[in-house]
């Protein structure tokens, strides 16, 4: 059974691949996977927001 706070250390892991994903989608030379990781990005925002909506007290590290 997961608890608030195994799941919260679990959103902090997710939280911590945006600085990468950004860091691609930052890159010029990727092509047509540039589309791919803007996309993941902003899925992975809207995650993030969906997270604080359960969890209002809950900030990535």
Do not use: C
Request: charged residues 30%; hydrophobic residues 50%; aromatic residues 4%.
């Amino acid at each position: 059974m997961l608890t608030s706070e195994v799941l919260k250390e679990k959103f902090v892991a997710i939280a911590s691949k945006r600085e990468l994903l950004v860091q691609l989608s930052l890159k010029n030379n990727l092509g047509s996977l540039s589309i791919d990781i803007v996309q993941a990005l902003e899925e992975l925002d809207d995650l993030l927001i969906e997270i604080r909506k359960v969890f209002p007290d809950w900030q990535p590290e």
